[in-house]
Structure formats: structure tokens, C-alpha cells
């Protein structure tokens, strides 16, 4: 965008929302929002506090296990359902059901199941981020130019080969698209299982922060938690951008 | 019908009593209830270019998959060299209408795609990619992507793939319907020489009877409803010609004449 001849750099608007924010924390309206400048100095403050650090240790280790599971579980099975009818007649109704689902609902009974533990956590993100990759990694399949398929097969590509050298790279687009908004799923996911699940991580300072009314704390773990979700949603779609020249043209 | 006389003096390798390469014996081939192709039977001669020209809608195209191992027949049977097709196999290689490159590998990957599919390490089917792009006339361009090319020019990498796997019998499925006129021109020309240079088998899909004359050695006219050979017409005289003087013949003006009056009424 350019205002006044100049070209503002991305995420400009950010200021200006950040501008909004202290002058309502300045003017003290409510307790809930303090200044902007009091949030990140307190932001700073905890940064090197071992309780933080050992919150997002734990934060992280359940987010990038869940995660894991949901992409090497997630892309073979869309890419599977995309290139056979019957897996996809099977699983296609459970897939859509569980995008909707309220997940939120399901945590409980997956503590009955699996336990309070961090294993209940890492299969609460992995619910939440991998249905959204099956269907991506799915369609991504099912818009393969069929005359792509049968160049392998008349070349005599055998069924491994197809997968990994045909189907994966023809869906690619399509799959790191659904790979990242399910991570942007798995962070939701990671707090609600630290919260309902057992406190611990991110979810326990945001508890703990909330109950005591430290705002200025509150909101600092939360702008921690959106700069990582953000930092690791633009690098997917970095890769994104790395892939599309092609996307168009297959 | 007219029977080749001046064969010999052309193509001698292939003019011993016209031994065929690929038999289609009683192809049949329904789609549920449609019938694309009925107790079709067709020979197409060793080291030639056999057209296949009809109508759309005449099974052409559904002939050559067959005969790629793409399709299972209904009924009958396809040999290539003597040998039952049962699919696809390294005797055959297939250039596409659409020119199905991998859009995100390179030129030379693509040139390679049929060797790398067969186990050829990675040195050797490179080399041998190279020497082919180099003949199809696309030096310089290996490390280019497809979509940074021409459509003339991504026909030429479906070509090289199909050469580089040095298959006897190459299936073109209309390859030139998709680039432009004066392209076309030339891939017919070149296609005349390739013809002459390398001892292979060619079949040959297309819609154009003016490119089917120009490139034939034996054309198989197509005809729907029921799907069936009519006619096989072999031109004898202007192959030696040259290619500058071929569209001007009187024999290729008959023949294009004669064709354009068996399909006419075919087409709506």
C-alpha cells in the first residue's frame, strides 16, 4: 500500500493498532486492557524467567508433536483418499465431520482415554490441525492432470514411485496450504489442551495470569503465542510462494 | 487403395513384404453401454508412420491406448513384435496431446523421466537425456522449468522423453493439435526426418488430414458409429520429393480430396 507516494512496508497497520491500544491503556478504561508499553515491558521482564521458559518448552514440545503427527499422518492419508475411491467413500464422511466438530468437546473424553497427561495434549493439537490437511492434501489429488498419471504409468512408473514422484508433488500447493492453516488449528488446540487437559505450559500462565487479574502478563504470553503462530505461518507460506509457480500451470 | 512401388527406394530397411510391428487383431472396447471400438483389426508396418485420421468421436485416440496398454480392450488383442500387450512396456513410449511434462522439474529431469522410471543411474540417464534434448533442437534449455517455455518447444521435451527411453514404437497422440501453425509446420518436417532416421515405428493420431497426408507412409481412415477401419490408403509417390514440394503434388491433393470426401459426411 502507499500513502502519500510512500510504500508503507507490511503489517504498517499494526502501528496503528498498537497506537490504539496505549492510548486506550493510557486513558484507563478498563483494567482488562493496560498500556501497550506497560504490556511489553512486562513482556520483556518474563522473557527470562525459568517459569516462562519451562511454559514454553512444554508449549512448544506438545505443539510440534502434534503437529508432526498430523502432517505424517494427515498428507498420506488425503493423498490416498484423493487417488482411491473407496478410502475416500470410507473416510471422507468422518473427515468432514471432525473439521466441525467442536473439538473443545472431545478433550474430555480424550483424558478418559489417554490420560492427563502430555500424550492427551499432543493428541488434542494433532485433532485439531490434521483434518484440514487431509482435505487439502486430498483435493490437491483430485486436480492432478490425468494425463500426468497415465505419462508415469506408460513409462512404467511403479505405484511408489507415482506417490512420491507424481501425487505428492502435484498436490504440494494444496497440501502446504492446509499444512499451514493447520498449524494456525494446532495452536488453538495446544492452549485448549493445556487448559482443560492438565496445567501446564502456556495454557497454566495464561490460567494463573487471568485468575490473578495481571493483565499486563496475560497479554504479553499472548503476543509471545501470535508471534510464533505468525513466524511459522509466514514461513509456510514462503514455501507456498516457492511452489506456485507451478500451481497454476499443472 | 495404392500399393507402394517407390518404398524400396526410400525406406529400404522397411520395405521387406511390410512386416508389421504392432498387430490390432478384433480390438473391442465398450464404455458401459457405449461402444467405442467393434472388432477393430489394424497392421502397422515396421520402421513407417501409420496415421490414424477420423473424425472425433471414432476411437482413435481410445485405439492408441489400447495399443499403449493405457485401456484394456473389451475383447481382442494388441501385439507389438510378436509379443501380447498386457500394459505398458519399454518397447512403447507415448508423447501426449497436453504434453504432461512435470511442471515442477526441469527440462532435463522431464527428458529423463522415462530412464529414471526404469532404474537408469543418475549420470547415464542424464547423458542420455542431454544427446536428446540436443536433437530435438532444445540445447541450453536443460535446466529450464516447462511453464518458462513455448508450447513448440514443450512438445519438443515430450518428444525427447519418448526418444530417450529408445522404445521401437512411438505413440503420438495428436502432438501437434496443441502449438501453433508455423510450429506445426516444422514438427511435421522434422517428424518426416525423424521418420527416416530412426528405425522405429510410429503411430500417429490426428485430426488434420492435410498433416496426416504430409507425414504418412500409410493412413488408416476411422469411421464412428460403429467405430471401424474404412479405408487404408498408402501414398506412393511424393515421399522422395522433398518436403518443400509435398503440399504441391498432385497425388497428396488428390488423396487430401479424396479423404475430406469419405469424412464429410461424418461431420456435423
Known amino acids: 500500500m502507499t500513502v502519500f507516494g510512500y510504500r508503507l512496508p507490511g503489517m ?15 486513558a484507563g478504561v478498563t483494567f482488562f486492557v493496560p498500556p501497550l508499553s506497560e504490556v511489553l515491558g512486562t513482556l520483556f521482564e518474563i522473557l527470562g524467567t525459568a517459569a516462562f521458559q519451562k511454559a514454553l518448552f512444554e508449549t512448544a514440545y506438545a505443539f510440534f508433536a502434534g503437529v508432526f503427527f498430523a502432517i505424517v ?9 484423493g487417488k ?26 480424550l483424558m478418559v ?55 505428492f508433488w502435484a498436490a504440494l500447493p494444496e497440501i502446504l496450504g492446509g499444512v499451514r492453516i493447520g498449524i494456525i488449528r494446532a495452536v488453538k488446540g495446544v492452549i485448549i489442551g493445556q487448559l482443560l487437559i492438565s496445567i501446564v505450559g502456556f495454557g497454566a500462565l495464561f490460567e494463573l495470569y487471568s485468575a490473578n487479574f495481571l ?22 507460506a514462503y514455501l507456498e510462494r516457492r511452489v506456485s509457480y507451478y500451481a497454476a500451470k499443472r | 487403395m495404392t500399393m507402394s512401388q517407390t518404398k524400396e527406394t526410400i525406406t529400404p530397411a522397411a520395405s521387406a513384404s511390410f512386416e508389421s510391428a504392432v498387430s490390432a487383431r478384433n480390438i473391442s472396447k465398450n464404455y458401459g453401454d457405449v461402444e467405442a471400438l467393434r472388432n477393430m483389426s489394424l497392421e502397422f508396418p515396421r520402421g513407417q508412420l501409420t496415421s490414424l485420421l477420423g473424425p472425433s468421436g471414432c476411437g482413435k485416440t481410445t485405439l492408441l491406448k489400447i495399443i499403449a496398454g493405457l485401456l484394456k480392450p473389451t475383447s481382442g488383442e494388441v501385439e507389438v513384435n510378436g509379443k501380447k500387450v498386457t500394459g505398458p512396456g519399454p518397447d512403447r513410449a507415448f508423447v501426449f496431446q497436453d504434453f504432461a511434462l512435470l511442471p515442477w522439474a526441469t527440462v532435463l529431469r522431464n527428458v529423463a523421466f522415462g530412464l529414471e522410471m526404469r ?21 541450453g534449455f536443460e535446466n529450464a522449468y516447462p511453464h518458462e517455455l513455448s508450447g513448440g518447444m514443450r512438445q519438443r521435451v515430450g518428444l525427447a522423453r519418448a526418444l530417450a527411453v529408445d522404445a521401437q514404437v512411438l505413440l503420438m497422440d495428436e502432438p501437434f493439435s496443441a502449438v501453433d501453425e508455423q510450429t506445426r509446420r516444422k514438427f511435421q518436417e522434422d517428424l518426416l526426418q525423424l521418420v527416416q532416421n530412426e528405425n522405429k515405428t510410429f503411430i500417429f493420431v490426428t485430426h488434420s488430414i492435410e498433416e496426416a497426408v504430409y507425414v504418412s507412409d500409410q493412413i488408416a481412415i476411422l469411421l464412428p458409429r460403429p467405430s471401424r477401419v474404412s479405408e487404408i490408403i498408402r501414398p506412393s509417390s511424393f515421399r522422395n520429393k522433398g518436403v518443400d514440394n509435398i503440399r504441391r503434388d498432385p497425388e497428396y491433393l488428390d488423396i487430401v480430396d479424396e479423404i475430406w470426401a469419405s469424412l464429410r459426411t461424418y461431420v456435423e
Open chain 1, 113 to 167: 482415554l489417554f490420560g492427563f497427561g502430555m500424550k492427551s495434549i499432543i493428541i488434542t493439537t494433532t485433532l485439531f490441525a490434521i483434518w484440514i490437511i487431509i482435505l487439502n492434501s486430498r483435493a490437491g489429488v483430485r486436480q492432478i492432470n490425468r494425463s500426468l498419471v497415465e505419462m508415469a504409468h506408460s513409462f512404467g512408473a511403479s505405484p511408489t514411485d507415482a506417490f512420491f514422484k507424481i501425487y
Open chain 1, 84 to 109: 482411491s475411491r473407496l478410502l475416500d467413500e470410507l473416510l471422507l464422511p468422518w473427515v468432514n465431520v471432525f473439521l466441525s466438530a467442536p473439538l473443545t468437546a472431545l478433550v474430555p473424553v
Open chain 1, 12 to 26: 504498517s497497520s499494526l502501528l496503528l493498532w498498537g497506537l490504539l491500544w496505549e492510548i486506550v491503556g493510557q
Open chain 1, 215 to 236: 493483565m499486563g502478563h496475560f497479554w504479553a504470553v499472548l503476543i509471545v503465542l501470535f508471534a510464533l503462530a505468525f513466524t511459522i505461518s509466514e514461513f509456510l
Open chain 2, 119 to 139: 532404474g537408469v543411474a543418475t549420470s547415464e540417464r542424464e547423458a542420455r537425456a542431454e544427446k536428446y534434448i540436443k536433437e530435438v533442437g532444445l540445447a
Open chain 1, 73 to 81: 499422518i494427515g498428507i498420506p492419508t488425503g493423498i490416498l483418499m
